[in-house]
């Protein structure tokens, strides 16, 4: 069974920047595609940045596009999401998710295999 265990949220001021790490074990990841998802009080889970197993394919959210990096390091078999020019609408619970196929394009929840617990990233205004 593999787990997928997030750190890195908190409380920020909007404009700051937040680092969220994603440590996966229990199996081997290395060559799953991985992603970000995040869900807001009362919406629905969201798409945020998926990563290919190789780490040469990203893919982002319009809405986070040139805010957002996603990165990993396969060797720890970690994966981050870097946020920079946090808006108070990035309010939300951050989901780290693996799916073992890779395809282009943004992801639905429904198509992850594993999920992690989340870590909540307030933003202030």
């Known amino acids: 069974q593999g787990q997928l265990v997030e750190s890195g949220g908190g409380l920020v001021q909007a404009g700051d920047s937040l680092r969220l790490s994603c440590a996966a074990s229990?199996?081997?990841?290395?060559?799953?595609?991985m992603g970000w998802f995040r869900q807001a009080p009362g919406k629905e889970r969201e798409f945020v940045a998926s990563?290919?197993?190789?780490?040469?394919?990203?893919y982002y959210a319009d809405s986070v596009k040139g805010r957002f990096t996603i990165s990993k390091d396969r060797a720890k078999n970690t994966v981050f999401l870097q946020m920079n020019s946090l808006k108070p609408e990035d309010t939300a619970v951050y989901y780290c998710?693996?799916?073992?196929?890779?395809?282009?394009?943004?992801?639905?929840?429904?198509?992850?295999?594993?999920w992690g617990k989340g870590t909540l990233v307030t933003v202030s205004s």
């Open positions: 998710a693996a799916r073992a196929r890779y395809d282009s394009g943004s992801y639905s929840p429904d198509a992850m295999d594993y």
């Open positions: 990563i290919s197993g190789s780490g040469v394919n990203t």
């Open positions: 229990g199996r081997t990841f290395s060559t799953y595609t």
